[in-house]
């Protein structure tokens, strides 16, 4: 299984909404990432989990509100967002931070409204 | 830290052509490099990447790709191009130390005419 799962693929809210994007990997990856990506343009990393712990937070709004339960799941909780939220979210997974090789799910397409 | 810049934002080839997609990187030390392809609203695929050893390295669907350490480039390029080769092409660059990762250059649009 080479499948970085992403669910849903596509999500509408309203700006008072409370949600959650979901991510699964079955690969044995200790490394996951949460990207954002807005159209037209390369995805911008948000956050880094190793070994289920928070590594890298790239000075994300805290509307957006990452957890990673254990080492095959990741979410992405997220509250009070903005119409400029709108994006393209993607999960990614590796082996481990020093192994860069990521990856990347389908996606979930979020629109705020 | 790391950059990258693909100086290219949009290329047209006709199916059958030859390509070559630029990449050019910034990093102080041996870099892991790497080229995605991402299909229109769909995640990134990774096509080939450079670690170490051989420079001309293969990837999936008939790419490869050259790393030249004096022109700091990762070039990407196939003999012959078809319609399903329309996407989007990311390169990318890692880093080896830790806690550090991936930076993506802006993307070059491919478009194949029939």
């Known amino acids: 299984d080479t499948e970085v799962t992403q669910t849903p693929k596509h999500l509408v809210m309203g700006m008072t909404n409370k949600k959650s994007l979901k991510c699964e990997q079955h690969m044995g990856h200790r490394a996951m990432y949460w990207y954002k990506q807005k159209a037209k343009k390369p995805p911008e990393l948000m956050f880094v989990y190793s070994y289920e712990k928070l590594s890298i937070n790239e000075s994300v709004p805290s509307r957006f509100s990452p957890e990673c339960p254990n080492s095959s799941l990741l979410n992405l909780h997220l509250h009070a967002l903005q119409p400029e939220d709108s994006a393209l979210y993607l999960c990614?997974?590796?082996?481990?931070?020093?192994?860069?090789?990521?990856?990347f799910g389908q996606g979930t397409r979020l629109t705020v409204v | 830290a790391q950059s990258v810049t693909q100086p290219d934002i949009h290329i047209t080839v006709s199916e059958g052509a030859s390509l070559e997609l630029r990449c050019n990187y910034s990093?102080?030390?041996?870099?892991?490099l790497f080229w995605y392809v991402q299909s229109p609203g769909q995640g990134l695929q990774l096509l080939l990447k450079y670690f170490s050893g051989d420079t001309l390295v293969q990837g999936i669907k008939g790419f490869e790709a050259e790393f030249k350490r004096s022109q700091s480039s990762f070039n990407l390029r196939k003999p012959s191009v078809h319609w399903s080769d329309a996407a989007e092409y990311f390169c990318?660059?890692?880093?080896?130390?830790?806690?550090?990762?991936?930076?993506f250059g802006p993307g070059t649009r491919l478009s194949v005419l029939p």
């Open positions: 990093y102080g030390a041996t870099p892991y």
């Open positions: 990614a997974s590796s082996h481990a931070l020093r192994d860069t090789e990521a990856f």
């Open positions: 990318a660059v890692g880093a080896k130390n830790y806690g550090q990762n991936f930076v």
